[in-house]
């Protein structure tokens, strides 16, 4: 398949629960993101890795551990989480972070989270 | 700090009637100015650019420096027009800050 792909589609996960969010992308690019839309709120950026390193993290919870093992694959590891972090987790690529012009970016179909 | 602003959370019309919805954004550098949509059930996905300066879908947008703003527009709205649009900053980070978003209805 081609483009961005995520897995879960769908994920329902008690707050005592682990699990983890996949993102993978086919498009060659060396920046990943992970996005959280919420109900009632703008898109809000997470994490952002480029090269496989993290240049970004907005104030995130630690209950929300990104992990880019290369630059294709992005996992978000969930651990205790609470019922206001579910949301819809959109992932996204783009060609290079810090290319010096504009950079599109892609997006995943997202996972829709439900925290019991 | 910039920031991109929606101010209609939900915008209903009739097939055939324009169409606008309306972006402002506040940003102290030269800004670069994205529309995305998001069909009901499919991924989000870029609708236009306004360094293209292109048309897609008979959407057009044009960037109003005087007035901050990056309207979204199309003459005779569709059916298949019914979706989420979010009008996007990119920014000095190389980063892009979404506005809230507009739900766009059209009614047969």
């Known amino acids: 398949e081609t483009g961005v792909t995520q897995t879960p589609r769908h994920l329902v996960m008690g707050m005592t629960n682990k699990k983890s969010l996949k993102c993978e992308q086919h498009?060659?690019?060396?920046?990943m993101y992970w996005y959280k839309q919420s109900a009632k709120k703008p898109l809000e950026l997470m994490f952002v890795?480029?090269?496989?390193?993290?240049?970004e993290n907005n104030s995130v919870p630690s209950r929300f551990s990104p992990e880019c093992p290369n630059s294709s694959h992005l996992f978000l590891h969930l651990h205790t989480l609470q019922p206001e972090d579910s949301a819809l987790y959109l992932c996204?690529?783009?060609?290079?972070?810090?290319?010096?012009?504009?950079?599109?970016?892609?997006f995943g179909p997202g996972t829709r989270l439900t925290v019991l | 700090a910039q920031r991109v602003t929606q101010p209609e959370k939900l915008l209903s019309v009739f097939k055939g009637a324009p169409v606008e919805l309306k972006c402002n954004y506040s940003?102290?550098?030269?800004?670069?100015l994205f529309w995305y949509v998001q069909y009901s059930r499919q991924r989000l996905q870029l609708l236009l650019r306004?360094?293209s300066r292109e048309s897609i879908k008979g959407f057009t947008a044009d960037l109003n420096k005087g007035e901050t703003s990056f309207h979204l527009k199309k003459p005779f709205a569709q059916e298949e027009d019914s979706a989420m649009y979010y009008c996007?900053?990119?920014?000095?980070?190389?980063?892009?800050?979404f506005g809230g978003g507009t739900r766009l209805m059209v009614k047969p």
């Open positions: 996204a690529s783009s060609q290079d972070r810090l290319a010096g012009v504009t950079d599109t970016q892609y």
């Open positions: 498009l060659g690019h060396n920046a």
């Open positions: 890795y480029s090269l496989e390193e993290r240049v």
């Open positions: 940003y102290s550098g030269s800004p670069e």
């Open positions: 306004h360094i």
């Open positions: 996007a900053l990119f920014n000095a980070g190389n980063m892009l800050t």
